[in-house]
């Protein structure tokens, strides 16, 4: 949850490298938040709970900031980003709270996340402008949606993985016939390369032009001549592959 919460603030704004976050809580979950958020970026990071000594330990562990519970208010005037993690029964963060702080932000973006069971923050405060309020439920929807994403890309993967296998083994199965078809198309280029040196020979008017237009030909008759023999070796090679399979 920890990490989808991340996930969300990231489609807010994008890159968070920038954002100040406050973490609500000093428990595991709140660990794991405050984790995420370094990971992506964030250094600007202020840990607040009830009991202050508990803010203060994690917030050394982690070298980031941290203050009373008390002080929520005036550090949501600045914030981008609050995930909230405690064992309160009551809400932390409420509409009110934010309506007194939101004429402060000048219309600046405010991810909420809430990560607690029961809730921390009061539900519809996303109505407020440019206030975005998740719970669990729109966490969990996430998480689902990633979770499809990579069974889908798994059975994609697993779809092409057989033809793969299929494409490689002929490309195995043709490596044995290469020297054999790079040693027809020699031997017939010799020969083209010979019949040119005759027709010189033998018309030796020809313009530049007209010597251009014979030695095309001559090729092209040569490449249609090849094409059934190299297409019956690369057969017979497959063929081969195949029987001793």
Known sequence: MSYAAVELAKKVFGKLKSKQAIIIGAGEMSELSLLNLLGSGITD??????????????AAKH??????????PN????????ISSTSAQTYIITNEMIERIAENRKQDSLVLIDIAVPRDIEPGISAITNIFNYDVDDLKGLVDANLRERQLAAATISEQIPAEIH??????SMLGVVPVIRALREKAMAIQAETMDSIDRKLPGLSERERKIISKHTKSIINQMLKD????????????????N
């Not at 023999?229 to 001793?244: G, H």
């Open 75 to 82: 550090l949501l005037e600045s914030a981008d980003i609050v």
């Open 167 to 172: 494409a490689h083994n002929e490309w195995i």
């Open 63 to 72: 070298q980031v900031k941290y203050d009373e519970l008390s002080s929520l």
């Open 45 to 58: 990071i202020t840990v607040v709970n009830r009991t202050i000594e508990n803010a203060m330990k994690l």
């Open 229 to 244: 023999p190299i297409k019956q070796a690369k057969e017979l090679s497959s063929d081969k592959k195949s029987n001793e």
